[in-house]
């Protein structure tokens, strides 16, 4: 071991530079191998550095640091946009997990606290991991992705909640546990207050005037990370409470994407130093501890994406877009790390269960990622079995809401196929609408026919009241979708006429050669009367200026 604390920290830098650009070259994110290189160095491997007092310290920065980002990305816009639905799918997921996690601990012999720490941490999935794997792949606006996204903060929200309990309570005060949690309240509702108006009516104007000196902006936000993180630890709450409320007040801003991006860099190099800081208080204990760690591994890469599945599907999500959101959550948190760190400070958690959260953390965010990219391929039989689920709710709001005997059913509801629903409805016209998102579906179905229904879903025409149908306008985009639709539609009986949209002149052709009646390009449509009106101005002034009206 290197004795001073300069050349430490340079060959720490340098086992995490090469550790990281492995992780990074087989494509794993970079919280992987910092974590690896973090234990790598750590007096159990290479014995390069020890705990200390400069170590924790650079260690809680940049856990703060972490929080801080996670928090700029959890808009609170977002929760009122993603409705009822996704905030009871959270839940249900997060207690379900916890409790089957629970069990699992106590199966292998796990104290009742230690448990209970395993458990929670079981439930969260890591929004640093989620958010890349959706980003890399433009899935972040799809309705999987909004629907992963929606459970992470609930995930956060009730992770954030826990924290503030544990560090709040103390076991050795004369005080009850009940007044223990009225004082957290009542400090918890204060800090709350004053943040939201300093988001509200100062952080906005202040954060427009720093913007325009790109490093006062940074040094800044790192400033208002670090003091917020200091006056939640004054009031009795966590550090990371601190900054992760940070976070969420700036959430709102225009500047938090370029605030994220300047702070990343330094965040993951103050990372490595917490993950030293926790890779020197982890104790494995051989076959006990293995066996524990692959059933709870299995149990977070199998059964909590099947059981968010399940849950996304009884609520009324298709059965594909479920099991994608469950896949994508297949993980554990960077939260779970930060929760094993603060029992073991806690005293309530010893190194042997804060190394098992840490080797499942490593082994299920690995797995997840090649999981999450494969997705494809285990979608139709995953979703094979829930499918009885989601073709109940389809009957039953059929016979509940649907209008008996339809002239036009739309199918798919986004901007085009709202837009020929309403058109159709203005005109009088007996219609039917059907999407697959259940929100469009509860926003939409007061008294009007809109039903849930997957163009995917092979049995979807024989649940459609067909009898007096002239038209069926199906608005996705997808060639084959419609080829397997048409071909259902057609062992059905259906006589009637058929609408697609397509994105693409090859996709048109093909669509035709189906036998489609009409295939409609919606860019195509809406570029046509734009140029048509540029060339009319360009006609009748001379100057060859446009004046668009």
Not at 487 to 507: K, M, N, S
């Amino acid at each position: 071991m290197v004795d001073d604390l300069l050349g430490q920290v340079g060959l720490v830098l340098l086992v995490c530079v090469v550790v990281g650009a492995l992780a990074i070259a087989v494509r794993l994110p970079l919280l992987v191998g910092l974590l690896i290189g973090g234990v790598i160095v750590g007096p159990d491997v290479l014995g390069l550095v020890a705990s200390s007092p400069e170590i924790e310290l650079l260690g809680e920065i940049g856990i703060a640091l972490l929080l801080f980002v996670v928090g700029l990305k959890l808009d609170p816009r977002l929760v009122r946009q993603l409705g009822p639905v996704v905030l009871v799918a959270g839940t249900l997921q997060v207690f379900t997990t916890a409790a089957l996690a629970f069990a699992i601990g106590r199966g292998f012999g796990v104290e009742v606290v230690p448990a209970l720490y395993l458990a929670a941490a079981m439930s969260f999935s890591s929004t640093v991991v989620v958010i890349k794997l959706l980003a890399d792949r433009g899935q972040i606006e799809q309705l999987h992705g909004r629907l992963a996204l929606g459970i992470l903060i609930v995930q956060d929200l009730f992770v954030i909640g826990l924290m503030v309990v544990l560090a709040s309570i103390d076991p050795d005060s004369t005080a009850s546990v009940v007044e223990q949690l009225g004082l957290v309240a009542l400090r918890g509702v204060g800090l709350f207050a004053a943040i939201a108006l300093l988001a509200r009516f100062v952080l906005p104007r202040v954060v427009h005037v720093l913007a325009r000196r790109g490093e006062l902006l940074v040094l800044a936000a790192v400033t208002w990370a670090v003091t917020l993180a200091a006056v939640a630890h004054l009031l009795g709450f966590s550090e990371e409470v601190g900054a992760f409320l940070a976070g969420v007040a700036l959430a709102s801003s225009d500047y938090r994407e370029a605030i994220s991006g300047r702070l990343t860099t330094l965040r993951d190099f103050l990372l490595v130093f917490f993950f030293i800081d926790l890779g020197t208080q982890l104790r494995f204990e051989g076959a006990d501890d293995l066996a524990l760690i692959v059933a709870l591994s299995l149990f977070v890469l199998v059964a909590k994406p099947v059981l968010i599945a399940v849950i996304s599907t009884l609520l009324g999500f298709q059965t594909g877009v479920a099991v994608r959101a469950g896949l994508t959550l297949a993980q554990i948190s960077e939260f779970s790390l930060i929760l094993a760190a603060l029992g073991v400070s806690l005293g309530q958690l010893d190194g042997r269960s804060a190394g098992i959260v840490a080797a499942v953390a490593l082994v299920t965010i690995t797995l997840s990622t090649f999981l999450s990219a494969e997705a494809d391929r285990f979608i139709p039989s995953l979703s094979r079995p829930l499918a009885p689920l989601q073709r109940a709710r389809v009957r039953k709001e059929m016979e509940q809401r649907a209008v008996r005997n339809p002239e036009v059913i739309v199918i798919g509801l986004g901007r085009l196929g709202m837009t020929v629903f309403e058109e159709l409805r203005a005109r009088g016209e007996d219609v039917l609408g059907v999407d697959f998102d259940p929100r469009t579906v509860e926003f939409e179905s007061g008294d009007i026919p809109v039903v849930f229904g997957d163009l995917e879903d092979p049995e979807l025409p024989t649940q459609l009241p067909l009898a007096r149908v002239r038209w069926i306008v199906a608005t996705p985009r997808d060639p084959e979708v419609h080829r397997a639709f048409l071909h259902a539609l057609r062992r059905r009986g259906y006589r009637g006429r058929f609408a697609a949209a397509a994105d693409h002149p090859e996709d048109e052709r093909l669509l035709r050669k189906l036998g489609v009646d009409l295939v409609v390009r919606p860019l195509q449509l809406a570029a046509s009367p734009l140029m048509d009106l540029i060339h009319a101005h360009d006609r009748r002034t001379s100057s060859g200026q446009l004046t668009l009206e």
